[in-house]
């Protein structure tokens, strides 16, 4: 996977490259992966207690490069591969003379002059320099100047240019991490130049992932605009720079043949504006509720609970928990689930370890075996002439298997505290009817009957006991940009929230003040619902019903999943404390399928080679080919003889979404999901309101 391709690049870096400080003056001169002799296949999976390993170390990097390393490896996991200290390269450093120091940062002025000055001052016993893209040659040539006039070139072991832009959350899941980038990407006030280094950026991001998969993808993107400014891009980098897949040249399978000759990735780039629903629309599966609902960053979820105290009190307490859709199993099998079918496992795996953790400990007590074998190994007790019984033997086993079940417990009830905070926000909230609307509007259901879309979506934006502002807002954007309804409608309906928010707040209705944030989230939506008419108005983009009513035409029971979540949202509101127990009913056999959204109906239709598709109209670019900077005529591409498609790597210009993630993964197997930046529904809304 692109995470597990990625943690190797960064072992190998923390294992100094292979390359000791002892290193020759001429090793020490190498600069960059691409000028780097060393058999970096060879080094996929670095033996535990390798001399570099266990050479003690320090990690030392900026912001950027943390973002990359948090997801990758832990402190233990730092530990383990011989890092002491993990600092940031601008806080406050003691020295310490006797250990080196790996740096892992951007190629900057400013942290090649915070290096410089760290190798003059001698607060490390050697400098090995890791940038996380290409350093420029200038800046290169600035270092050298710097460090040769502080007599300080003998403390740099060496300087590596690593590829590794961009932030890998889960194994088929990156982002850029690009803040705020729907606003860079589509300010008016945004400058040619600052829409150069923007898309710059992205290509340099690419280029890494492109470089950790270490095969050259055949690129598809739309034709204008920014998808093919950094695709164009992107074919000049790799053009410019093919000694980084040098290193993967003979790879070979079993039959001695090139394992790239049969199968070709494909990286589709796309642009955030080809469906603006997505971002906004309320979801129905477990990862994707989590992020819209609560706090939630970086694969850290953050929420309050209420618990009881000592004297029956309820108070509300903070909780943080980190999530490893790699790693945890349960997280791994539900995460593109239904919500409901989450709950309903969790109850379900979570009495079957108990009972299984329950009949051992019995076991253990009455056969005479300690239950400390949970934690150090099992005790076990021997008969008068020494030897054990196969039964025992058998018990000791099973004890030995309890620290197992006791962590895959506490994993199960981290999920459960989850399940429980993400239940109280979609039932107070009512989700399932915002989600039920919503998923009509986006398929085309009302295709044929304006008026009752309209009526539909008055109703629920009226009824000042469903949802929050953000909401009702969030289902008045769907009814903007998913159908033709004509300006007036849009701004009866948004009058029509007004006057129930006036009204509640004047009849003393369920939210007697219209509080604060209520307050700020209306002024909001507003403003991106201000913002996206203008752009309808002025056809920059398109309604998304006719696309995905055509997509779903061969989709049976699509149209069935939103009354059905519906039920089961219900079903699972009153079950309340059963939360924590068996479900009453099977649900998984029960949902209908959900519709494929506008990135998962591009990528099916160019992997499928579908005439009359996006696969007669995106330009198709090949590296491979050096004739006409690698672009073949989009009248020549039904007749060439394409490669099997491979991996996936499906790109979005701008901010991307959980529900995008998992509607893709739903759908198309060896698929890798990335976009400038992962953002929340509510977070997305402020970037399109700035826009107003």
Not at 9 to 33: D, E, I, Q
Not at 63 to 72: D, M, Q, V
Not at 280 to 301: C, E, F, K, M, P
């Amino acid at each position: 996977s692109l995470k597990r391709k990625q943690l190797d690049s960064v072992t190998r870096m923390l294992a100094l490259n292979n390359v000791s400080s002892n290193s020759s003056s001429s090793a020490k001169a190498a600069v960059g992966a691409e000028s780097s002799s060393t058999d970096i296949d060879s080094y996929n999976m670095l033996p535990r207690g390798s001399p570099a390993q266990n050479q003690w170390k320090i990690l030392i990097y900026d912001k950027t490069c943390r973002s990359i390393i948090s997801p990758l490896l832990s402190v233990s996991d730092l530990r383990r591969r011989g890092v002491t200290l993990h600092l940031l390269i601008d806080s406050e450093r003691e020295p310490i003379p006797d250990v080196p120091a790996v740096y892992f940062v951007e190629p900057t002025r400013a942290n090649l002059s915070i290096i410089a000055k760290d190798c003059a001052l001698g607060l490390y016993k050697a400098a090995y320099l890791n940038f996380v893209t290409r350093l420029d040659r200038s800046l290169l040539e600035e270092f050298a100047r710097l460090v040769v006039q502080s007599n300080a070139v003998e403390k740099v072991a060496l300087v590596f240019d690593q590829y590794l832009d961009y932030v890998c959350l889960e194994r088929n899941l990156f982002t850029l991490n690009k803040t705020n980038s729907y606003v860079l990407y589509n300010d008016p006030t945004t400058t040619e130049h600052m829409m150069e280094r923007a898309m710059l950026d992205i290509a340099n991001g690419l280029l890494s992932v492109i470089s950790t998969i270490g095969q050259l993808p055949v690129i598809r993107c739309a034709k204008g605009g920014a998808p093919e400014m950094v695709a164009r891009k992107l074919m000049k980098m790799i053009s410019d720079r093919p000694m980084i897949f040098d290193r993967h040249k003979g790879r070979t399978g079993a039959s001695g043949v090139s394992i790239s000759a049969h199968r070709r990735p494909l990286m589709v780039i796309m642009d955030r504006n080809a469906d603006l629903i997505t971002p906004v629309q309320h979801t129905s599966t477990y990862q994707a509720l989590i992020d819209d609902v609560l706090t939630h960053r970086g694969n850290r979820v953050e929420f309050q609970a209420k618990v009881e105290d000592g004297g029956g009190r309820v108070k509300e307490v903070a909780k943080r928990f980190d999530l490893d859709a790699d790693n945890d199993s349960f997280y791994s099998k539900h995460k593109f689930n239904p919500f409901p079918e989450a709950i309903e496992s969790n109850g379900i795996e979570l009495q079957n370890v108990t009972d299984k953790t329950e009949e051992i400990r019995s076991k253990a007590v009455g056969s005479g075996v300690s239950d400390r074998g949970s934690q150090s190994g099992a005790a076990i007790s021997f008969d008068a002439e020494g030897s054990s019984s196969a039964g025992t033997n058998d018990l000791a086993t099973a004890v030995d298997s309890l620290p197992a079940l006791i962590e895959r417990k506490r994993q199960l009830e981290v999920h459960t505290s989850i399940l429980q905070a993400v239940m109280t926000q979609v039932a107070s909230r009512d989700i399932p009817q915002f989600y039920e609307v919503e998923s009509a509007l986006a398929t085309g259901s009302y295709k044929n009957d304006q008026a009752k879309a309209k009526k539909d979506v008055m109703e629920l934006v009226m009824d000042a006991t469903k949802g929050r502002v953000a909401d009702k807002i969030r289902l008045i954007i769907v009814f903007c940009l998913a159908t033709t309804a004509p300006g007036s409608d849009i701004d009866d309906v948004v009058c029509g929230l007004r006057d129930s928010l006036r009204n509640s707040s004047k009849n003393g209705g369920p939210s007697p003040n219209l509080e604060r944030d209520d307050e700020e989230k209306l002024s909001q939506g507003l403003a991106a619902i201000t913002y996206l008419k203008r752009l309808r108005s002025m056809n920059m983009i398109t309604t998304m019903s006719d696309q995905l009513s055509a997509a779903e035409s061969s989709y049976a029971g699509a149209g069935a999943s939103g009354d059905m979540l519906s039920t089961l949202m219900k079903s699972a509101t009153n079950q309340a404390t059963g939360l924590l127990a068996k479900a009453t009913e099977r649900v998984s056999s029960m949902l209908g399928k959900v519709h494929k959204h506008h990135v998962t109906c591009v990528v099916e239709n160019l992997i499928d080679q579908r005439p009359g598709t996006e696969d007669d109209e995106y330009l198709y670019l090949d590296p491979r080919i050096s004739s006409k900077g690698g672009e073949v005529d989009l009248s020549e591409v039904r007749r060439i003889v394409r490669a099997p498609v491979g991996e996936v790597i499906a790109f979005v210009i701008g901010p991307g979404s959980y529900s995008e993630h998992a509607n893709l993964n739903q759908q198309i197997d060896n698929v890798v999901y990335g976009c400038s930046e992962l953002a929340s529904p509510e977070a997305f809304l402020k970037q399109l309101a700035s826009l107003q």
